[in-house]
C-alpha cells in the first residue's frame, strides 16, 4: 500500500514570495491534515479536512494560508506571502475515517521550507 | 505550560542500553500515541494507547491514566533507534509534545 505523498520535499523561497505544497493522501483515505512543524517543537495542526470539507482551520493564519481539498482526495496548501518565520516541515497526514476517537494518523515525509 | 510534556529533551545512550522516555500530560483524553521521526522528517506510529500496556518488538509503551504519565521503554537500544520521539495526545485533536532525541552510539 502506497503511503502518504507529499512534494516537493525541500523549498528554499525568499521571504514575500509564494510558495504551495501537495500532498496526496493514501487512497481511500476520508481525513486529511497538514501540520506545521517548527524546528525543535512538535507538529501544530494548521487544518484538517474531512473529504472536500473543513472539520479545523482554527490555527490557520488565514491572511497568509490557504488550503484546498477540492475532490476529496489529494490537497494543496499555500502560503502567499512567506514570512521568515514560515520556515518549518510542513506535514501531511492522513486518516481513514472521521478523525475523531482513536484512529490512526499516517504521516507523509513532510515538505522542509526554508525562508530566506 | 504545555499540555504535553516530555523528558528528557535529549536523550544519548550505548548499544544495548535500557532507554525510558517519558511524556505527562494535563488535559484529559482518549487515546495517547508514540510517534518516531526520523531525519527527514517522515512520521511513523508507533504505539495508541488508552489504558494498560502495549509491545511490539523491543518497544514497550505504558500507560496511566490517573495519574496522567505515559512512558516508552527501548530494550537493547541498538544505533537504529536514534530518531526523534514524540507524544501526542488526543482531545478533540492530537496535541503534540516537543519530542525527545535520542542518539544512541555503537
Known amino acids: ?116 | 505550560k504545555n499540555e504535553v510534556e516530555q523528558s528528557p529533551q535529549n536523550l544519548t545512550a550505548q548499544e544495548g542500553e535500557f532507554i525510558t522516555i517519558n511524556c505527562s500530560y494535563s488535559v484529559g483524553i482518549s487515546a495517547l500515541h508514540w510517534l518516531q521521526q526520523h531525519p527527514g522528517g517522515g512520521i511513523v506510529s508507533l504505539f495508541m494507547l488508552s489504558s494498560g500496556k502495549k509491545k511490539h518488538g523491543r518497544l514497550i509503551a505504558t500507560i496511566n491514566i490517573q495519574e496522567k504519565h505515559s512512558s516508552l521503554h527501548i530494550t537493547a537500544s541498538h544505533p537504529r533507534d536514534s530518531a526523534v520521539y514524540i507524544c501526542a495526545v488526543r482531545k478533540n485533536k492530537l496535541i503534540f509534545g516537543t519530542g525527545t532525541r535520542l542518539q544512541v552510539f555503537p
Do not use: M
Not at chain 1, 487512497?27 to 472536500?52: M, R
Not at chain 1, 491572511?63 to 490537497?75: H, I, Y
Not at chain 1, 514560515?86 to 515538505?111: H, I, K, N, R, W
Open chain 1, 1 to 116: 500500500e502506497a503511503g502518504v505523498a507529499q512534494s516537493p520535499r525541500y523549498k528554499i523561497i525568499e521571504k514575500r514570495q509564494s510558495v504551495a505544497f501537495w500532498c496526496n493522501p493514501i487512497s481511500g483515505h476520508a481525513t486529511l491534515y497538514w501540520y506545521q512543524q517548527i524546528l525543535g517543537q512538535g507538529p501544530k495542526l494548521l487544518i484538517q479536512f474531512q473529504n472536500n470539507g473543513v472539520v479545523d482551520d482554527s490555527q490557520l493564519p488565514k491572511d497568509r494560508f490557504s488550503a484546498e481539498r477540492l475532490k476529496g482526495v489529494d490537497s494543496t496548501l499555500k502560503i502567499q506571502p512567506a514570512k521568515l518565520e514560515d520556515s518549518a516541515v510542513y506535514l501531511c497526514a492522513s486518516s481513514l475515517g472521521s478523525g475523531l476517537g482513536q484512529e490512526t494518523q499516517y504521516f507523509g515525509p513532510g515538505t522542509r521550507l526554508l525562508v530566506l
